[in-house]
């Protein structure tokens, strides 16, 4: 049986040694960084990249300062056999002799953000079993976490022990001196500026590929410095070599050795001599081999940059917050993520803005929290510059000083649309399962359930809780159990999936219930083997009720069916069915009937519509249309022709049937021969219309006779009381002064004035009152011949007042001519009275054409109508009175200026209403007036016998 390591479960962790192991060894769940599953990632990748360094490493993580150092550290300083207690402990546990300086250290590379570097620092190690002194560099440098602040410190040890120290006096032996340089490994050279040859030892040799040459020429020496450090080097030694140079000489460059042509990195170090001249005669140094230390510093740096790259990875931005100032300094990647591309000297204030307004809220929130916690976390909502809106998520820590006071604030931001959108589409996929009112559910392969949904729970009778213990063979009886064990699941794993009817037990009552069910194999995504089986299925109960309901239903109609054929044949209502695909037509015999034509005659669609009556056919096709379009039933009444040349009336109705899709397929229905009704219908509504034109007629007449009623009461009670209160009045006068010749000759002329008065106002009445009968037979009149006939009898007046007639040609009409006569004689009469200056009367004439009758008359054109204008000079009216002056006894003028009755336009208007017409009048004071007639050329029939009027 395959074993696994403990490190092997986390791949961070797998790297030689036993250091890897260890980790996962710890019961991480007791110690302020919790368990390994839930470390950050910059903690993770700083771990595998420590762990598989070659360099002696510590890390100290979080604000308890846990300790975590590689396998080479402790076998470099001496510490192998106490690695497995410091790692996990807090920094002041693990190192308590040391801990208060490296602490300084730390806190001010914590502090700064930036490395720190101790060089050269003296320690007593323990070396083959004992304690030497050894000179160390040691380079600090902080992780930047997750909440872009930095989240730890990895220290990284280089070894300086070769480097000479000061140890001791300055009167030290040769002897001394070259054990302490070869013990150093440090070469020592001479450099002769004025022969330009360089003295070295056998280390010098070494470093710089020149076996068994204690001289050579320094032009020598630069030609194998790297190409690239050449240029420096040579100004380095001439700047120490200038006259009067003070500086000291200290390169770092690379050489390529003469013979093997390998790469190594020197630090040399030295002084020019200069005599009294201040010309240099000596230039010495040491030349030591630091390939190894910058080597060092480059994995440091990787190092370094790995952890930031860690971050960036992530595709998280960071950033830092001075408080002091409220500046920000952020990464480009922060800024993508809040804006949508990278924009430098954005200040914060700036950045919030991107924030959707309505989520803003939600960061002020979080940055009150962390105000009390030290720690923020949200997410929000912003708004990029091209519009889109996207989700981020921001972190991030408090840093402050000794006495608690924040100083900055530093974090990360991550672009989680993705995750949220997911989410999302997570809690749409939960939402749908719970609240489908489908059974679902998810089985182990090995039994155990593992999901069902809460219509499932309430299907089966079963609770949330009451599923924990339960097997997948437990939702079936035994029987079924068997048929799904040993046929449905092995053809759903050789399918990967399965359908059909299954019965599934309820747990309370133990019924079987029929469920359509779906079954799918789900694999392990780490392995791909078959991991569980997903079931969703349908209830059929309501299915199998509905179809035993619907053969039931088919039963009882096929019955009904029977009744209706009857009913059909009883009342003469005929059936068909129509294919609306082709056609075709099954009708029964009483519908063949309905269209004259034998029980054996093929009746189809179009043999349909070739019967029906041109005029109808457009409707009745419109009327099928709409309703298969609506789904509506059709209902149409139409004409048709029998084979006899008859004309009948059918009245169809039916309804339309639909496939699944919606697509029309039939229509079926009813047809019935409802001509007899028809003519019935039609002949009631023809002696409806008489009675109704009768009424009419009636009422119009009722209401003239009623207004000339009105009319006749006030003559009596006002313009016939006049001259009879007068006569009354002289001829109590008149036998008060019988005696009186004088008096009694005045009043008697008063009296008779007063009856001749009254006289004329009674015979105006009765010509009036004539008028509404209507004996005289219409006829066709001139109405030139009219016009020289009324000139005729006022030939004395016209020559009296120098008046001027002027006549167009005038139409011929039908109509009563002695109420033309009259109708003439009156506006004449008129116009030759109510002139102060010799009259001009003007008449004139025009045919109307249908426009200008509705438009002037609002009257609908059935006849056509002339345009009759009178027109006068004389002393013309207020136009507001135009309506006025044709109302009977109704005088706008003095009664001893013009004499008269007041009834003469009163009879105008009679006229002109008796002839169906209509009279008009427009008028200015001193304008003189126009008169304007619209009689028809015929008048309609029975208009006069009917006693009509408008």
Known sequence: MKTHSPASLYPFLSREGEMGNLIPSIDWSINPLGPID??????????????????????????????????????????????????????????????????????????????????????????????????????????????????????????????????????????????????????????????????????????????????????????????????????????????????????????????????????????????????????????????????????????????????????????????????????????????????????????????????????????????????????????????????????????????????????????????????????????????????????????????????????????????????????????????????????????????????????????????DIKRFIIDDPSTGEPYAIVATGRDLRPTLAARKELEESEAALQKANKRLEMALNAGRLGSYELDLGSGLMQCTLQCRANFGLPADALFNFPDLLDVILPDDRQRVLEAIDEAIMTTNTYNAEYRINWPDGSIHWIRASGQGTYDETGTPLKMVGITMDITTQRMAQQELERQVKEHTQELRTTNHELIRTNHELEQFAYIASHDLQEPLRKIQSFAGLLLDNRHDDELFTLYLNKVTKSAQRMSALIKAVLNYSRLSKTDEQLALIDLNQIIRNVLVDFELLIEEKKAVIQCGNLPVIEGIPLQMHQLFTNLISNALKFSEILPVIVIQANILTPIEVVEQLNLYPTSTYVHLMVQDNGIGFEQEYADRVFTIFQRLNNAKNYSGTGIGLALCRKIVSNHGGIITAESEPGQGAIFHIYLPEKQPVGQFSAGYSL
């Open 38 to 515: 839930t470390w950050p990632q910059s903690l993770r990748t700083t771990l595998s990249i420590m762990l598989g360094s070659p360099l002696p490493m510590l890390l100290f993580w979080g604000p308890e300062r846990i300790c975590f150092c590689n396998e080479t550290y402790h076998l470099e300083l001496g510490h192998s056999s106490n690695y497995p207690a410091v790692t996990g402990e807090p920094g002041p546990t693990a190192w308590p002799l040391l801990w208060t300086e490296t602490n300084l250290v730390i806190d001010q590379t914590v502090s700064s953000g930036k490395p720190v570097r101790i060089e050269n620092k003296l320690l007593a190690i323990h070396r083959k079993g004992e304690l030497v002194d050894s000179y160390w560099t040691f380079s600090y440098s902080p992780v930047i976490g997750e909440l872009a602040e930095p989240g730890g410190i990895l220290i990284t040890c280089l070894e300086t022990t070769g480097i000479p120290q000061s140890i001791g006096p300055m009167d030290i032996t040769q002897e001394q001196l070259q054990f302490a340089l070869k013990a150093s490994e440090l070469g020592t050279w001479v450099l002769d500026p004025v022969q330009n040859i360089v003295h070295w030892d056998m280390r010098c040799q070494e470093l710089y590929g020149f076996p068994n040459d204690n001289q050579v020429a320094y032009a020598d020496v630069l030609n194998h410095i790297h190409p690239d450090d050449r240029q420096e080097v040579e100004e380095s030694v001439r700047r120490v070599l200038a006259p009067g140079s003070k500086d000291r000489y200290d390169s770092k460059f690379r050489t390529i050795a003469a013979t093997d042509n390998k790469l190594r990195w020197l630090r040399c170090q030295g002084k020019a001599y200069f005599n009294d001249q201040n010309v240099a005669y000596r230039f010495a140094g040491t030349a030591q081999d630091i390939t190894d230390q910058v080597l060092a510093q480059e994995n440091l740096k990787r190092t370094e940059e790995q952890a930031r790259l860690a971050v960036d990875s992530a595709g998280a931005g960071t950033f830092f917050v001075d408080l002091a100032t409220d500046t920000i300094v952020y990464s480009s990647t922060l800024s993508t993520i809040f804006t949508g591309s990278e924009q430098a000297n954005l200040t914060r204030d700036v950045l919030i803005n991107y924030i959707l307004p309505q989520d803003r809220p939600i960061r002020d929130k979080a940055y009150e929290k962390a105000a009390l916690t030290g720690k923020l976390q949200y997410e929000a909502r912003t708004v990029w510059n091209d519009g889109s809106i996207h989700w981020l998520k921001v972190m991030g820590t408090y840093l402050n000083d000794a006495s608690g006071k924040a100083l900055s604030f530093a974090g990360i931001a991550q672009d989680i649309s993705v995750e949220v959108e997911a989410r999302l589409e997570q809690q749409q996929f939960t939402s749908l399962v719970e609240g489908s009112p489908e059974y679902m559910s998810i089985f182990r392969l090995d039994g155990p359930v593992l999901y069902v949904n809460p219509y499932g729970l309430e299907l089966l009778g079963l609770t949330r809780d009451g599923i924990t213990s339960r097997q997948m063979s437990d939702f079936f009886t035994v029987e079924d159990w068997k048929i799904v064990q040993q046929q449905q699941i092995p053809v759903a794993m050789a399918q990967k999936q399965w359908e059909g009817i299954q019965h599934y037990r309820h747990f309370q009552t133990g019924e079987r219930i029929p469920l």
